[in-house]
């Protein structure tokens, strides 16, 4: 009887003994897998409440700075404000907003719908005559009843004056190409953007400091 328990006792011993390196290495496994997720998985950060509070931080300064714009625009415009609105919304979307509203407020003072003496269209002042076949090639017009829509005057003008800047690789001469060689035009282009810039510079680095402070 006691043979026989003895026995039965050595066959169990035998399979603990001949699983454990099986048991050791899928121990090894699960704790190297536990290790590797926290390795790998990204830390709470400490202040839960910092990307929502740094996106308000970022919507607020693009907004201050589009208040200081529009209110340059309005300074130098008789148009109203929801035209000015439209127009800022157009012009911030290009590589650079300034100098196209700079260009806009040049040629026609923000108007849409003016026509020069010399017959140059719409906000950036656009000589059909001179670049209509190409802009209908390039997709920008349909007609030269488009140069009198905020959207497409823009991209127009934003066209013509990357086509001078490519050939000049020189913004005072591209603007004066722009204008048919007009120096003093490039002058009161620039003039404009020094303007606008220092304007939206100047309330975005108030309010910088502000949130800073509130900080």
């Given at each position: 009887?006691?043979?026989?328990?003895?026995?039965?006792?050595?066959?169990?011993?035998?399979r603990?003994?001949?699983?454990?390196?099986?048991?050791?290495?899928?121990?090894?496994?699960?704790i190297?897998?536990?290790?590797?997720?926290?390795?790998?998985?990204?830390?709470?950060?400490?202040?839960?409440?910092y990307?929502?509070s740094?996106?308000?931080?970022?919507?607020?300064?693009r907004?201050?700075?589009?208040?200081?714009?529009l209110?340059?625009?309005?300074?130098?415009?008789e148009?109203?404000?929801?035209?000015?609105?439209?127009?800022y919304?157009?012009?911030?979307?290009?590589?650079?907003?300034?100098?196209?509203?700079?260009?806009?407020?040049?040629?026609?003072?923000?108007?849409p719908h003016?026509?020069?003496e010399?017959?140059?269209?719409?906000?950036?002042?656009i000589?059909?005559?001179?670049?209509?076949?190409?802009?209908?090639?390039h997709?920008?017009?349909?007609?030269?009843?488009?140069?009198?829509?905020?959207?497409?005057?823009?991209?127009a003008?934003?066209?013509?004056?990357?086509?001078?800047?490519?050939?000049?690789?020189?913004?005072?001469?591209?603007?004066?190409?722009?204008?048919?060689?007009d120096?003093?035009?490039?002058?009161?282009?620039l003039?404009?953007?020094?303007?606008?810039?220092?304007?939206?510079?100047?309330?975005?680095?108030t309010?910088?400091?502000?949130?800073?402070?509130d900080g």
């Amino acid at each position: 009887m006691l043979n026989e328990k003895m026995k039965k006792w050595d066959a169990v011993t035998y399979r603990l003994a001949s699983a454990f390196p099986y048991l050791l290495a899928g121990f090894i496994v699960i704790i190297g897998l536990v290790l590797m997720y926290t390795v790998t998985s990204p830390a709470k950060p400490a202040n839960a409440g910092y990307p929502a509070s740094r996106g308000r931080n970022d919507a607020d300064v693009r907004e201050t700075a589009k208040q200081a714009v529009l209110q340059w625009m309005k300074e130098n415009s008789e148009m109203p404000e929801h035209v000015l609105s439209k127009i800022y919304g157009v012009a911030v979307s290009s590589v650079n907003p300034d100098l196209v509203l700079a260009i806009c407020l040049v040629e026609s003072n923000f108007n849409p719908h003016v026509e020069s003496e010399k017959g140059a269209i719409g906000l950036m002042g656009i000589m059909p005559d001179v670049w209509m076949e190409e802009l209908k090639a390039h997709g920008i017009v349909k007609g030269e009843e488009d140069l009198y829509t905020i959207s497409s005057n823009i991209k127009a003008g934003i066209y013509v004056l990357e086509r001078y800047l490519a050939r000049t690789n020189n913004l005072r001469e591209a603007l004066s190409r722009y204008a048919g060689r007009d120096p003093e035009y490039a002058a009161r282009v620039l003039r404009m953007l020094g303007e606008v810039s220092r304007a939206r510079r100047s309330e975005v680095q108030t309010r910088l400091a502000s949130l800073r402070t509130d900080g």
